[in-house]
């Protein structure tokens, strides 16, 4: 009986020990971030956040310095922490707020508005919370509206590439019809150039026609020649009278 009675108090001793080495530095963490030395101070709250503390006011804390380190992502771990266990309204409207903020800088909008919407069925007269939810749903319509505009614009540089790729396609066909009409008349004007140099079986040539012409000309000095010498074989004509 009395070996059980002093383990007890050995292990509450042991506890308030460890408690007083989480207070401290928690404390030690506290001074550091008014300090604005933020890196420092979350290496003092991981120290408070050991799993055998579960202190809910060094895991707040370390988000905090988490948060200012511009370590988003890590300082919403933290306060998910917390709103999934806390039962506190106060404390969870805390949570949820800082949890918001922490989406909200990671550009994670409509989650960030969530949370805050979560902080505020904890908390609904904390302003604050309210005019950051007001912030968030003003950003979220914005980036709809950039989307919107956006998806307009690539819409119309589509049909623009599709109207150009059409002008291109329709030049491309003119050229090739061109071509074709310049090739046929190419084509039209060999076959004709060829038809020309082909001899003409009705057609006479330029030699035939000139052996013709000195044959009929040699024909016809002939003649002359028959004419000219009967003539002259004829001698005068002999005139006749009847007395």
Do not use: C
């Amino acid at each position: 009986m009395k070996r059980s009675i002093l383990i007890m108090i050995w292990v509450l001793q042991a506890s308030f020990i460890f408690g007083q080495q989480v207070k401290k530095h928690i404390v030690k963490g506290n001074e550091l971030y008014q300090q604005q030395n933020y890196k420092e101070a979350e290496t003092n709250y991981r120290k408070s956040v050991d799993p055998k503390a579960h202190s809910i006011e060094g895991t707040f804390n370390l988000g905090d310095a988490l948060y200012k380190q511009k370590k988003f992502a890590e300082a919403g771990e933290q306060f998910s922490k917390i709103a999934a266990s806390a039962t506190d309204k106060q404390v969870l409207s805390h949570a949820y707020h800082n949890l918001g903020n922490s989406l909200l800088s990671s550009k994670k909008i409509e989650e960030s508005i969530e949370a805050y919407k979560k902080a505020l069925l904890n908390n609904p007269k904390d302003d604050q919370t309210r005019y950051n939810l007001a912030y968030a749903k003003e950003l979220l319509k914005q980036q709809q509206q950039n989307k919107q505009n956006q998806n307009k614009q690539n819409n119309q540089n589509q049909n623009n590439k599709d109207q150009d790729k059409k002008d291109q396609q329709n030049k491309d066909q003119n050229k090739k019809d061109q071509d074709k009409k310049d090739q046929d008349k190419q084509n039209q004007d060999k076959k004709d150039q060829q038809k020309d140099q082909q001899p003409n079986p009705n057609q006479l040539s330029k030699e035939d026609a000139e052996r013709m012409l000195e044959a009929l000309n040699n024909q016809e000095q002939g003649t002359q020649d028959k004419l000219k010498n009967k003539k002259l074989r004829g001698g005068k004509a002999r005139i006749t009278k009847d007395w």
